[in-house]
Structure formats: structure tokens, C-alpha cells
């Protein structure tokens, strides 16, 4: 027998209520309960620790001991010239990664789409979405293989147009580029699935009413295919925007280099190098807890900007 809300009913009953519909939900509720312990563990009680951004921390005095500073170390975000070129070097990163990388797995899923023979479509997808299931540490070893000074795209390029070997891994020039093609290589395939998964619930009369109609592939993408998928884009490019701080640790430490580092040193790095290296625990706190805002009001922003346009947003 279903059980009934209260209503208006005594908070006594409506008690009561909450935990007769817990008890009847409890096995749904109990594999919830590993998810919920990793994310109280590992994301929630770490949050703690941010307090040291407005402290100046010592790891000998403790978090209880040491001298509160207030927005300090904030200040000193706006004021450190390094943290200003390090802040442009990350947002134009992002910005590189929105406007190039983010685009590829819809093309990607549109030209799977397209495909008739249901085999060789499984073979290119399984072909392009393999990447992702590799490390950063494999992927940025493997580019190291073929782009260095003595590697084999250096060896065809002198062997087929007679260039002198190029320095990709230690010209700032390239840092950018090689960046954007690692991710687009590697995480490519995966969205891709995300957007088929997506067309896979277009129902097939639309697309038979749109040839009847005469329409072309291309009217017939335009018209179908795209706005099928244009909830699911406007979703992963709010979510997307959230991380626009955010531009990969793994990947950008493993290619930097005393080359590169001006134009490739990010946020991520240089909480890294400056929190962690050189022991400035409250600062390198700071900083990351400002770039956690930030990521916050953006997808806030971007989610209201998206209900306005008529989308559904993620909240």
C-alpha cells in the first residue's frame, strides 16, 4: 500500500512520514551511500582546509594557532604581477579550448551520425574514444616520442620537404597548439558518445517527414540533428565554463618545461610550484579557493543566461 504525504498534519506525523518513506526507500538509499561517503571524504571535509587562505599558516603552529590575516593573501592575487600573467595564461588557455576542443566531439557525432554501415561506425567510434581511457603521464610520453628534436616527425619532415628539425617541445609557439591537440585527441572520443546518446532519441519520422518535404542532409541536420542536441551542448558548455580556471594539472606540468613556462604556466601549476615548492601554503590556498569562486559564478551566470534562451540549464 503507497504511502500518503501527511499533508497539513502535526510535525510529529510528517516526521513520521519522512521516515516511513526512508524505510520503504532504504535498499535505493544504501547504494547511494558509497557515492555520498566519497564525496563527504574527499570533497567536503578537505573544504575545511581553506581557512588557511585567511591565516598565515605555519604547519608547526596549526590551523588553531595561526595568525588570521583576513583577505591578504586575496589582495596580493590583484597585486602580484606574476599572478596576473599566470591568470591570462590560464584564461586564454580556456579560451582556446572552448572555441577548438569543445566543438570537435559535436562534428564528430554529426559525421557518426551520418554513417549507414553500423559496423565500420562501431570500429571509428571504439578507434576515437580509446584515448581517453589512456593517463596523461602515456599521452604526453608518447607526444615527447614523435615531437622530439631527434623524433619521427621531425626525421619525415626532413626527409620529405628538407626542413631543419623544429623544437616543438621547447618553443613557447607550440606549447598552446600541442595543449589543444592532446585534449582534442585524447577526450574527443569520449564526448562524442555523450552527443550520440543524445541523437540516438531523435525519433526517425522526423527525419522521413523532412525528405518527403524535399529537405537536403544539410537542411535535415540544420533542422533536426542540431537542435536534438542543442540542450545537451548548452549543458556540457555550462559545466564546461565552471572549469575555465581549471586547465588540466597533469597535462600542463608534464609538458612544461624552463622553456615554456612563460607562456605555459597556469593557475594549477603555479598553486603547485608556490603552495606546495616553495611552502607559501596560505597563498597557493588562496588562490585556489579564488579560482573555485570563480568557476562558481560563472555556471551560476551561464545557467540563468541558458533558462532566459528558453534551455533548462543544470539547476
Known sequence: MPIRPPGKREPEARKKFVWARLWKERYAFLLLLPGLVYFIVYKYVPMLGNIIAFQDYSPFTGFLNSEWVGLKHFA???????VIRVLWNTLFLSFLQIAIAFPVPILFSLMLNELRNERFKRVIQSIIYLPHFLSW?????IVTIFLKTEGLVNKLLHLLFGMEAISFLQEPGWFLPLIVLEGIWKEAGWGTIIFLAALAGVNPSLYEAAIVDGASRWRQIWHITLPAIRGTIVILLILRLGHV????????????NPFTMKVGNVLDTYVYFKGIQQADFSFGTAVGLFKGIVGLVLI??????????GEEGVF
Not at 137 to 141: A, N, P, T
Open 76 to 82: 596580493k592575487i590583484f597585486k602580484d604581477q606574476e
Open 245 to 256: 580556471l581549471d586547465s588540466g594539472f597533469e597535462q600542463i606540468f608534464l609538458m612544461l
Open 137 to 141: 603521464v602515456v599521452v604526453i610520453g
Open 300 to 309: 551560476v551566470l551561464a545557467n540563468r543566461l541558458a533558462k532566459k534562451f
